[in-house]
Every structure is written in C-alpha cells, then in structure tokens.
Nanobody, 124 residues
Framework: QVQLVEAGGGLVQAGGSLRLSCVASGRTASSYVMGWFRRAPGKEREFVAHISRSGATTYYTDSVKGRFTISRDNAKNTVYLQMNSLKPEDTAVYYC?????????????????WGQGTQVTVSS
C-alpha cells in the first residue's frame, strides 16, 4: 500500500506557472505507474497525465499538451506536474494517483491509490 500527499497548488494569474508535487510513502513509488487527474467544479474527475514506472514514457490529455510536464524522481518517491501557460479552465482540484498495473491508463477506475488533492485556481 502507498500513501500519497500532494502539494504546490495555489492561486495564479492566467499565463503563470505552478509545480505540483506528490510524495509517496509506504511502498516504493517506483512500483507504480503514477497519474495526475483533476476535477473542476461541477465536472467529473478527468485524466491529465501519467508516467511509467521508470519515467521513460509519459502521456497527456490533449488540452494540456505542450503546457504541462509530468516527471518523477524515484529516489525521492516524488512525482511532479509542471504547469505552464495556465488558463482559467485549468482551475480544479488536482489529484495524484498510483496504479499497480504496469500498463498506464487514463481511467480513474484503473488507479488504486489517491491523494487528498490540491486546489489550483487560475484567475483571468
């Protein structure tokens, strides 16, 4: 089992940047595919990005491609989400998730462990 704690959210103006972090404790983070999801007010939780166990493979939803970068430091049991050129529509609670299955997926149902979330608010 693994526990996930996100940090780094906040209020930023459109065009600004934030870096989210997710620290895993318990079982070694390198045992899991890691993903970031978000939930905007009144909407379903949606996939943002995922990264393979080694960090060699990443995948993004179309709306964040070229603006967001997911990365991981397995030595620190930490996954990051660098968010640049933020837009008001990026406003959401961002969640880190871990998947025991070695093939990364985009469905929230495929992930086994979740953090508590961190709020990101982008003002126009």
């Amino acid at each position: 089992q693994v526990q996930l704690v996100e940090a780094g959210g906040g209020l930023v103006q459109a065009g600004g940047s934030l870096r989210l972090s997710c620290v895993a404790s318990g079982r070694t983070a390198s045992s899991y595919v890691m993903g970031w999801f978000r939930r905007a007010p009144g909407k379903e939780r949606e996939f943002v990005a995922h990264i393979s166990r080694s960090g060699a493979t990443t995948y993004y939803t179309d709306s964040v491609k070229g603006r967001f970068t997911i990365s991981r430091d397995n030595a620190k049991n930490t996954v990051y989400l660098q968010m640049n050129s933020l837009k008001p529509e990026d406003t959401a609670v961002y969640y880190c998730a871990a998947d025991q299955y070695p093939v990364p997926g985009t469905s929230p149902q495929g992930y086994d462990y979740w953090g508590q979330g961190t709020q990101v608010t982008v003002s126009s």
